[in-house]
């Protein structure tokens, strides 16, 4: 049967293993008989890689991880780990819901944010900046203000305080990019801060 051209995958700037797509561009330029040959190949290969992926990423973590729904998410995941430096922006106020009209905080709740992304990384390179660039799951509250930490472990961010119109936060959340990556979690609630 003639092989159908792949469709190049979505870009959604933290998508970087594309071994799939590109392995279907080079059988298409092969013969029926070689493209059976490197298709028994490429399988042993990622299945290998994922296993290298899996064990680098355990060493990295003082908790045990447990194996996702994909195993592709390895390799995402160890991207994630050796990624470079970078901005991640998290909530803050868009002025943007009332067309930039003045307003007071106690009428400003809905200007606050719960978006988060990363923008860019630190070492200024526009190729790495542009396939890191992707949105991340909102946080569980609308935060203005805030402050954002990072933690011990790697890719692991805290979201503190802020506030929402009026309402000034008590409450702490945190987002772990790994696992994010590994297994599609979110934002999770921390115990509160004693003042908001």
């Known amino acids: 049967a003639a092989l159908e051209a792949p469709q190049a995958p979505r870009c959604d700037g933290m998508q970087w293993v594309m071994e799939d797509w590109l392995s279907a561009r080079v059988l298409l330029q092969l013969s029926v008989f070689d493209a059976l040959a490197v298709r028994a190949a490429s399988r042993s290969l990622r299945a290998l890689s994922e296993l290298a992926a899996a064990d680098l990423l355990r060493g990295l973590r003082s908790q045990p991880l447990p194996s996702p729904d994909s195993s592709v998410r390895w390799l995402r995941g160890l991207a994630q780990a050796h990624a470079p430096p970078r901005v991640i922006c998290l909530g803050g106020y868009n002025s943007n819901w009332n067309k930039h009209e003045p307003v007071f905080q106690d009428g400003d709740a809905m200007g606050c944010e719960v978006s988060g992304e990363v923008t860019c990384s630190l070492r200024g390179d526009a190729s790495a900046s542009s396939r890191m660039r992707c949105t991340l799951p909102p946080m569980l509250y609308p935060r203005a203000d805030l402050a954002v930490s990072s933690g011990w472990e790697s890719s692991t961010i805290y979201a ?11 409450s702490v959340e945190s987002f772990d990019l790994l696992r ?3 297994y599609g979690e979110g934002w999770q ?3 509160g ?3 908001g």
């Open 189 to 191: 609630e921390r115990p």
């Open 193 to 195: 801060m004693m003042q």
């Open 180 to 182: 994010w990556q590994l």
């Open 160 to 170: 503190v305080g802020g506030r929402h119109g009026e309402e000034r936060h008590r």
